[in-house]
C-alpha cells in the first residue's frame, strides 16, 4: 500500500509504501525487518517474528528516549505482551502493537505530527 503525507516535518525515514515482504524509504527499499525513527534506521533487525521478541531486544530502542514505540507484529493480529508493556512502561515510554500495516500508517501520522516514536516492524508472519 503506498502512503502519501505531507508536513514540515517531513524526513527521509517515513514509509513511503509496504507489502508483506518489503519497506519502501525515500529512496530505499527495505526486505527486513526493520526499527525506524525520524534519524535512526537498524535494518535486518535482529528479532526474526514478533513472538520472539523479548525485553532485552528494547534496550538499544530505549537509550533512543522515544515517547512512543510502536510494534508492527506482522500481518496477523498479535496480543500485547504483559512483560513488554510493564518493561516499556517502567522507561515511562509509551507502547502499542498492531498489525504492521497499522503500524507503518501511525509512525507517519506521529512523525508528521512532530512526535518522537520509534516503530519497530516485522514482515508477514505467513
Excluded at 505531507?6 to 527486513?32: H, R
Excluded at 516503530?119 to 508477514?124: E, P, V, Y
Aim: charged letters at 20%; a negative charge; proline letters at 3%.
Amino acid at each position: 500500500m503506498k502512503i502519501e503525507l505531507d508536513s514540515e516535518f517531513t524526513t527521509s525515514n517515513k514509509i513511503i509504501s509496504y507489502s508483506n515482504d518489503s519497506f519502501k524509504l525515500k529512496d530505499t527499499l527495505i526486505e527486513t525487518n526493520l526499527v525506524i525513527s525520524k534519524d535512526r534506521l537498524i535494518e535486518n533487525w535482529s528479532v526474526d517474528t514478533y513472538q520472539n521478541l523479548a525485553t532485552q531486544h528494547l534496550d538499544q530502542i530505549i537509550l533512543w528516549q522515544p515517547e512512543l514505540i510502536i510494534i508492527g507484529s506482522g500481518t496477523l493480529p498479535s496480543f500485547p505482551n504483559p512483560e513488554l508493556n510493564a518493561y516499556v512502561a517502567s522507561k515511562n515510554i509509551g507502547l502499542e502493537i498492531m498489525d504492521t500495516g497499522a503500524a507503518c500508517r501511525s509512525y507517519n501520522l506521529l512523525l508528521d505530527e512532530g512526535r518522537d516514536v520509534v516503530a519497530c516492524l516485522f514482515l508477514s508472519d505467513n
